[in-house]
Structure formats: structure tokens, C-alpha cells
């Protein structure tokens, strides 16, 4: 018989799996179940990668709305796992930030994905690198709930993210007014959230006027959005102007103190929705107005309002608790409690939830990736 090769090799692999088992019977075992496993079980495919240009694209504050209107719905039923987001605050070295990174997330009970979103934000000397690059990025990681493999990661560099907080503007500007009470819609803050509010107005309310006021950039704005939505803008001189004429105000500034005084607001009754107060360092909103009797105040969700929100604010200043929180939007969404009823003022307070981004997530699947 003719000794080949071969056969000296499985002699030897023999002997070598007999000595293991007799030296070291723990790792032999460890070997026997890896190799059964990896000879009887697949891989999951790589996530699919969309860039900022395909998503940028593709996606529309329209396109969220009826997902985000339903998944602040299943919210107030409790049907979405959200937890508290997490912040990571990077300080300024000689090798990193300043900036700061969010992580939330959240799964809507009955949809087939999930989502978790990385954003960074506040990267404010990356202006200053030649080219410059944007202060914020970010990306959405959508992944298959039956499975739990992640189907794709979306590079939205905070694309995404203004979608959602522009459809959760649009859902508490439809159940939080009338078209009586939201002819005029007056916007402090003129940068991209403000534009996709701007966006989810018109889808709500087509015929309103607009007005704008912001240190910066007001005009570009309201020129743009007039010409993009087909509505009139006009530009207010100061944040009281801009008061004094709106039924509703949207808010989105980045700063840390009241963007208005109360006793500025229209007395037949506004409606404010404020999305810049993300971190506790933040407030747009004057405390008095939260706790006023003639205002009733909604948060997108109370748990996370109470620590990031305006709800924080009046709290730290002893005015409210949050057992004074009127609603979550959510409950109004599903009619347990009602939204403009007469002349009093409504505070609508969007921190963004893991809700929304779940909700956007979903919708940027079926969109880009579903027919994959």
C-alpha cells in the first residue's frame, strides 16, 4: 500500500485530537462544538451601507409623518420600549472635541425592525479644519426584529433625525390647534429643523402665513420656504414682533435661555412647539409660562422632558412637578385627552424620542432597503 500524503495528515490530525482530549478535555470540547456550529450554522449577510447623498435624496418630512404620528400613538399605549438615551461628553484635549454624542433608540411593539441611532453633535472646530466639515454627524442602525441582524446603516449626519423632529412638529401642530387658531405660524429659529417644520406645516396647514425671526438667517429662510412651499413669509423684526402676529410658534434655537416673554403671546391663545431643548443645559421656553393655569403643558414624553426638556427648567425652579404635565402628545393623539378645547395656551415641549427615530428608521427601510 502506497503512503500518501494525505493520509499523513489525518494520521497526524488524529493524534493530535486524541491528545488534546486526553491533556486538555475542556478545550477539545470548546474545538467540537465551534467546528459543529460553524459547519451547521450561517452568517447573517453585512448591513447594507445608504451614504448621506442617497438618503438626503430619498427622504422626505411627508414621508414620516404618518409613522411618527402612529408610533407617538403606540407610546402613550405603551407599546414602545424606549430607554432613557444616553450622552456621552467629550471634552476638549489636544486630541479630541469639544462635542457631545446621543445614542437612542427604540422598537414600536408589531414592527418588523427596530432602531438605534448614534448622533454627534456640538463639533464646533471642525468649522475651523480646511475644509471645513459639519459640527454634527450621525447614522441610524435599522435592525431586523425577528432576527436581531442589522439590516442597514443609514449615514444621515442628523438628516434623519430633523425628519423626525419635523414629523413630530407636524403631528402636535394637527392635534394641539384648530385652523382657526393657526393662520399665522411664526418661527424663531431659522436653521435646517426650522425648515422641515416649516415643511410639516404645509402638510398640515397649507394656507398659513409664516413669520420669521432668527439672529441669523431669517431672510435666506423665509425667502426659501416661500418659494419652496408657496406660502407668504415675512421677516419680523424681533422674537416680541414675531409674537404679537402668530396663533402657533415653532422654536428651535440652540441657547439656554427664554427665546420670549410670556406676557408677549397673543391672549386668544398660541400654541407653542419648542424641539431645541435636547440637553439640561438648554431652555427656549419661559418657566412661568409652563406653570401657568392658563397653559397646558405636553410632552413628547415625560420621563425624558423631566431631564432634558423645558419641563426640567420649571421644575428646577420649583414651579411644577411632573404630575402637572397635562399630556403626552400621544394620549391627545389617541383622544384621551383633548388638545385646543378654547383660548388657552398650549406648550408642546419635542425633546425626540427613540419612538421617532424607530419610526424613521422603519420608514427608511421600507423606502431604500426594503426590495433588497
Not at 422626505?60 to 404618518?66: G, H, K, P, Q
Not at 433625525?161 to 390647534?177: I, N
Not at 415625560?302 to 411644577?320: D, F, N, W, Y
Amino acid at each position: 500500500m502506497t503512503i500518501t500524503r494525505s493520509m499523513l495528515r489525518n494520521v497526524a490530525a488524529r493524534v493530535q485530537r486524541r491528545h488534546l482530549l486526553l491533556n486538555h478535555p475542556l478545550d477539545y470540547l470548546h474545538n467540537h462544538v465551534q467546528q459543529r456550529a460553524s459547519s451547521t450554522t450561517a452568517t447573517f449577510p453585512s448591513p447594507i451601507l445608504f451614504d448621506y447623498q442617497t438618503v438626503s435624496q430619498n427622504l422626505t418630512v411627508s414621508d414620516a409623518i404618518e409613522s411618527v404620528e402612529a408610533a407617538f400613538s403606540a407610546l402613550a399605549r405603551n407599546e414602545v420600549d424606549v430607554p432613557m438615551p444616553m450622552h456621552i461628553g467629550i471634552t476638549e484635549t489636544e486630541t479630541a472635541g469639544p462635542g457631545d454624542c446621543h445614542i437612542k433608540g427604540g422598537y414600536v411593539e408589531g414592527t418588523p425592525t427596530f432602531t438605534v441611532k448614534l448622533a454627534c453633535v456640538s463639533f464646533y472646530n471642525n468649522l475651523k479644519l480646511e475644509p471645513p466639515l459639519p459640527a454634527g454627524s450621525g447614522i441610524f442602525i435599522v435592525v431586523n426584529a425577528l432576527t436581531g441582524a442589522p439590516l442597514a446603516v443609514f449615514q444621515e449626519n442628523r438628516f434623519m433625525t430633523d425628519l423626525r423632529t419635523g414629523a413630530a412638529g407636524a403631528v402636535a401642530l394637527k392635534y394641539c390647534s384648530t385652523p382657526e387658531h393657526s393662520q399665522t405660524i411664526g418661527f424663531i429659529g431659522c436653521g435646517a429643523i426650522a425648515r422641515n417644520m416649516a415643511r410639516a406645516a404645509a402638510a398640515v396647514r397649507p394656507s398659513f402665513q409664516g413669520v420669521a425671526f432668527a439672529h441669523d438667517g431669517a431672510e435666506e429662510f423665509a425667502l426659501d420656504m416661500s418659494n419652496e412651499l408657496g406660502v407668504e413669509f415675512v421677516v419680523a423684526g424681533s422674537a416680541e414682533d414675531l409674537c404679537s402676529q402668530s396663533d402657533v410658534i415653532f422654536t428651535q434655537t440652540p441657547g439656554s435661555e427664554p427665546v420670549f416673554e410670556t406676557k408677549w403671546l397673543k391672549p386668544s391663545g398660541v400654541t407653542v412647539i419648542a424641539s431645541g431643548s435636547d440637553q439640561p443645559t438648554k431652555q427656549e421656553i419661559p418657566a412661568d409660562l409652563l406653570a401657568s393655569p392658563l397653559c397646558k403643558y405636553v410632552s413628547d414624553l415625560t420621563k425624558q422632558t423631566s431631564k432634558v426638556g423645558e419641563l426640567r427648567s420649571a421644575i428646577k425652579e420649583g414651579l411644577m412637578t411632573e404630575n402637572d404635565v397635562y399630556a403626552e402628545l400621544g394620549e391627545i393623539v389617541n383622544g384621551t385627552k383633548k388638545g385646543r378645547e378654547s383660548n388657552e395656551h398650549i406648550v408642546v415641549d419635542l425633546t425626540g424620542t427613540g419612538a421617532q427615530d424607530a419610526a424613521i428608521g422603519q420608514v427608511a427601510w421600507d423606502k431604500l432597503g426594503g426590495n433588497r
